[in-house]
């Protein structure tokens, strides 16, 4: 009974909602996981934002940091579990105050 319990929850837990993208895209916790859609997504971009997440892998290239990249009129699952737009406060604006998601909301 346990063990099924747990894979409900683990499996209820995989389909939530974390990211709302503009263009209607709707991504759950586990499309973030290797293999998942987002995680594809992410392994794809090309430009300077495969770049910089390229930059930013693992020490040994087989390990991936959990990466959301964000853009105005997304929205993304904040901490009080309701859904907060991105907006132009969200990002680091040149005055030297800390953009909206490195402060920690």
């Known amino acids: ?3 099924a319990q747990a894979l409900d929850l683990e499996a209820e837990y995989l389909d939530q909602e974390i990211l709302r993208k503009k263009n209607g895209v709707v991504y759950k916790v586990e499309d973030f996981l290797p293999g998942g859609d987002y995680y594809s997504v992410l392994s794809n971009l090309g430009g300077e ?19 959301i990249v964000l853009e105005l009129g ?4 904040g901490s009080g579990g309701f859904f907060e737009k991105v907006t132009e406060e969200w990002f680091y604006s040149g005055n030297g105050n800390s953009p909206f998601w490195f402060a920690g909301a």
């Open 49 to 67: 934002r495969g770049q910089l997440l390229a930059l930013h892998r693992g020490p040994f290239n087989f390990v991936d940091y959990p990466f």
């Open 74 to 77: 997304d929205w993304i699952l």
């Open 1 to 3: 009974l346990a063990d």
